[in-house]
T-cell receptor, first 111, second 116 residues
Framework: TQLLEQSPQFLSIQEGENLTVYCNSS?????LQWYRQEPGEGPVLLVT?????EVKKLKRLTFQFGDARKDSSLHITAAQTGDTGLYLC???????????FGTGTRLQVTL | GAVVSQHPSWVICKSGTSVKIECRSLDFQATTMFWYRQFPKQSLMLMAT?????????EQGVEKDKFLINHASLTLSTLTVTSAHPEDSSFYIC????????????FGSGTRLTVV
């Protein structure tokens, strides 16, 4: 079983601050995805990374896939209250079809 | 594209009854669908992988006789919680995989099940 540990589990910051969420595993993933989930809704895909060392930017969000494809990070610059939510990393191992989710990071951004 | 519709969005049922949750792919054929369970303030836990026309593959610890999964067509998978008990109360989410630029996944909006 591939385990994806996210840290921190919970983060409460003020608007305008920067933050980084980490997603770590001892397993290698062929691809890794980041999702954000609002209460009572399904996860919404933010990004997919597939190449070791890959960096992708989505406005104020920067995603990085580790060189060995075992870990990833999500950095948010100048957080806004609209960034509040549960952030989930999820990895796909090899050619397996199923997705393994990380433990989740709950972000709260206040004014 | 690649939209999944999940119904109902919430349901309340009495202990001992069964509840069916539907997951439909609206604009693509979903050979493989997945069912997840999520407890409050926790991540998604995969319950089973559902393949069209064959038996579902359940994750370790998931009771296959309690959580019946049917994937009879390429656009519909159903999860039936049989003889529901209060401990089955949870948020259930379905997902379907598809092949685009990357091998991707699209998620339903979830079903909040409350067993009283």
């Amino acid at each position: 079983t591939q385990l994806l540990e996210q840290s921190p589990q919970f983060l409460s910051i003020q608007e305008g601050e920067n933050l980084t969420v980490y997603c770590n595993s001892s397993s290698v993933f062929s691809s890794l995805q980041w999702y954000r989930q609002e209460p009572g809704e399904g996860p919404v895909l933010l990004v997919t990374v597939v190449t070791g060392g890959e960096v992708k930017k989505l406005k104020r969000l920067t995603f990085q896939f580790g060189d060995a494809r075992k870990d990833s990070s999500l950095h948010i610059t100048a957080a806004q209250t609209g960034d509040t939510g549960l952030y989930l990393c999820a990895g796909r191992a090899g050619t397996a079809s199923k997705l393994t989710f990380g433990t989740g990071t709950r972000l709260q951004v206040t004014l | 594209g690649a939209v999944v519709s999940q119904h109902p969005s919430w349901v309340i049922c009495k202990s001992g009854t069964s509840v069916k949750i539907e997951c439909r792919s609206l604009d693509f054929q979903a050979t493989t669908m997945f069912w997840y369970r999520q407890f409050p303030k926790q991540s998604l836990m995969l319950m089973a992988t559902s393949n069209e026309g064959s038996k579902a593959t359940y994750e370790q610890g998931v009771e296959k006789d309690k959580f019946l999964i049917n994937h009879a067509s390429l656009t519909l998978s159903t999860l039936t919680v049989t003889s529901a008990h209060p401990e089955d109360s949870s948020f259930y989410i379905c997902s379907a995989s598809f092949q685009g630029r990357f091998y991707g996944y699209t998620f339903g909006s979830g079903t909040r099940l409350t067993v009283v």
